[in-house]
């Protein structure tokens, strides 16, 4: 392999240079030549944003430092996938597409200007913008006819203000990406889609518990995935596991699958290890073992409902410690993130099954110890027509802080559910349940059926 410096093209690490040219000339070398390495050097080194090919390594020393630079008119549409639904979306921060054996290493640090955007969107939210109006939404809009029909999570779909993810696979094969910092993120941090043979090694994540949508890492329709060793902070999902949304993400028919998460530590955020919202082609053979989510909303976390669809199932929980949660076990089906009472989706009363209707089951939860829960034990909740089915827990200790002042009602994002107050672990439309050795200290009520 042969190893390139970005000065040799022209870069400068002085914090104030433009390197967007020389980034692009050595990346291209590298793909014309067939392969290399790209070392980054100490310093502070600005561009717009990037992308990597075949057979790259992009190294960056202790000390380096890219940042993105925050103007939106250089961040040109491509094709990707957007909270779960195909379509064009601002070029990502860090972007490869189609590509194999793709190496981000080293001890420096991709830095996403996150603030800038995470203004400007909380602005256009203030302002209550609800359709396109800069030149790159309007293109956006053009680009993705019909797209206020599709669904979205909150992060903008309606204004096509898609911001780009700091770092994005799409459709690529033996990816690793391993050491290194990424931060401030515009939108979701670290988002794979359509990639297999991935690994994510002892890479920290950082963005301020207040920044919108900004997920750890999304591992979007991947197979044979390891996350090792990595610490997260975030101001929204720390690590989840996405297979598309409603009718493209059906249509797709894509799978999370045979995913390991192992010796990971996540902290602040929505959730620790996370499987939904979109969940339209499934997720299955997934293991999450020997980790630490302190001060996440929720510890595990598997959020859908109906109209997002997909088959979830062959899921392992072990070993894992949380702290000072809202709710550490959290399965809701009646997640209500992007829809309203009105949409049809939080009915209590069975509904037909049709193929947009999301199924859970077989999940082993074993050796859990949760301390410190501030709304409850846990929040199991399935639907009528739909039942979350064959749950076994052994091994668990819940213990609940009841004078918390936090109402159950937090335990995860739902509607259309009677309110309980009992902080212990709530059980609605559950079939097959077995529980050994659970252990929930604080409620007078176990387990709460309603």
Same mark, same amino acid.
């Given at each position: 392999?042969?190893?390139?410096n970005?000065?040799?093209?022209?870069? !400068?690490?002085?914090?104030?240079?433009?390197?967007?040219?020389?980034f692009?000339?050595?990346?291209?070398?590298?793909?014309?030549?067939?392969?290399?390495?790209?070392?980054?050097?100490?310093g502070?080194?600005?561009?717009?944003?990037?992308?990597?090919?075949s057979h790259t390594?992009?190294?960056?020393?202790? %000390?380096?430092?890219?940042?993105?630079?925050?103007?939106?008119?250089?961040?040109?549409?491509?094709?990707?996938?957007?909270?779960?639904?195909?379509c064009?979306g601002?070029?990502?921060?860090?972007?490869?597409?189609g590509q194999?054996?793709?190496?981000?290493t080293?001890?420096?640090?991709?830095?996403?200007?996150? !603030?800038?955007?995470?203004?400007l969107?909380q602005?256009k !939210?203030?302002?209550?913008?609800?359709?396109?109006?800069?030149?790159?939404?309007?293109?956006?809009?053009r680009?993705?006819?019909?797209?206020?029909k599709?669904?979205?999570?909150?992060?903008?779909?309606?204004?096509?203000f898609l911001?780009?993810?700091?770092?994005?696979?799409?459709?690529c094969?033996?990816?690793r990406?391993?050491?290194v910092t990424?931060?401030?993120?515009?939108?979701?941090?670290?988002?794979?889609v359509?990639?297999?043979?991935?690994?994510?090694?002892?890479?920290?994540?950082?963005?301020?518990?207040?920044?919108?949508?900004?997920d750890?890492? &999304?591992i979007?329709?991947?197979?044979?995935?390891l996350?090792?060793?990595?610490?997260?902070?975030v %101001? &929204?999902?720390?690590?989840?596991?996405k297979?598309? +949304?409603?009718?493209d993400?059906?249509?797709a028919a894509k799978?999370?699958?045979?995913? =390991?998460?192992?010796?990971?530590? $996540?902290?602040?955020?929505? %959730?620790g290890?996370?499987i939904?919202s979109?969940?339209?082609?499934g997720a299955?053979?997934?293991i999450?073992?020997?980790?630490?989510?302190r001060?996440?909303? !929720?510890?595990i976390?598997?959020k859908?409902?109906?109209?997002?669809?997909?088959?979830?199932q062959n899921?392992?929980f072990?070993?894992?410690?949380?702290e000072n949660n809202l709710?550490?076990?959290?399965?809701?089906?009646?997640?209500?993130?992007?829809?309203?009472i009105?949409?049809?989706?939080?009915s209590?009363?069975?509904?037909?099954l049709?193929a947009?209707?999301p199924?859970?089951r077989n999940?082993?939860?074993?050796?859990?110890?949760a301390?410190?829960?501030?709304?409850?034990?846990?929040?199991?909740?399935?639907l009528?027509?739909?039942?979350?089915?064959?749950?076994?827990?052994?091994?668990?200790?819940?213990s609940?802080?009841?004078?918390?002042?936090?109402?159950?009602?937090? +335990?995860?994002m739902?509607?259309?559910?009677?309110?309980?107050t009992?902080?212990?672990?709530?059980l609605?439309?559950?079939?097959?349940?077995?529980?050994?050795? $659970? =252990? $929930?200290?604080?409620p007078?009520?176990?387990?709460?059926?309603?």
């Open positions: 392999m042969i190893d390139y970005i000065t040799s093209f022209g870069g !400068r690490g002085d914090g104030a240079f433009d390197n967007s040219a020389a692009k000339t050595a990346l291209e070398t590298i793909a014309k030549a067939d392969g290399g390495l790209l070392r980054v050097e100490k502070v080194w600005r561009t717009g944003p990037i992308e990597l090919f390594t992009l190294s960056l020393d202790e %000390g380096a430092i890219i940042t993105f630079i925050p103007e939106p008119p250089r961040y040109k549409p491509v094709w990707t996938r957007w909270e779960g639904v195909e064009y601002m070029h990502p921060c860090v972007f490869t597409s194999k054996d793709v190496v981000i080293g001890k420096g640090v991709l830095d996403g200007s996150g !603030r800038s955007w995470w203004d969107r602005e !939210r203030r302002r209550g913008q609800k359709s396109p109006e800069t030149p790159e939404e309007f293109e956006l809009a680009l993705n006819k019909g797209f206020e599709q669904p979205g999570g909150g992060g903008g779909r309606e204004m096509q911001r780009p993810p700091l770092v994005q696979f799409f459709n094969a033996q990816v990406i391993e050491g990424l931060r401030n993120s515009p939108f979701w941090t670290l988002h794979p359509y990639c297999s043979s991935l690994t994510v090694s002892g890479v920290s994540i950082e963005n301020p518990p207040d920044s919108p949508n900004t750890g890492m &999304d979007d329709s991947c197979e044979d995935v996350i090792e060793n990595c610490h997260v902070t %101001g &929204d999902d720390g690590i989840a596991l297979s598309g +949304s409603g009718e993400g059906i249509r799978p999370c699958r045979r995913i =390991t998460v192992r010796g990971c530590i $996540v902290e602040d955020g929505h %959730g290890i996370v939904g979109e969940t339209a082609g299955y053979d997934i999450a073992e020997d980790c630490l989510f001060g996440t909303d !929720r510890g976390r598997i859908t409902r109906r109209g997002r669809g997909g088959q979830i899921l392992t072990r070993k894992l410690t949380m709710c550490p076990l959290a399965i809701n089906m009646y997640y209500r993130s992007g829809a309203s009105d949409d049809g989706y939080f209590q009363d069975a509904l037909p049709n947009a209707t199924s859970i999940i082993s939860i074993a050796d859990i110890k301390s410190g829960c501030r709304a409850s034990a846990g929040f199991i909740v399935g009528p027509e739909a039942p979350v089915e064959h749950i076994k827990l052994e091994r668990c200790e819940f609940v802080n009841e004078q918390s002042g936090v109402s159950t009602d937090e +335990s995860d739902f509607l259309g559910l009677p309110h309980v009992e902080k212990s672990i709530r609605l439309n559950v079939k097959d349940t077995e529980f050994n050795e $659970v =252990t $929930v200290k604080g007078a009520e176990t387990f709460i059926y309603r």
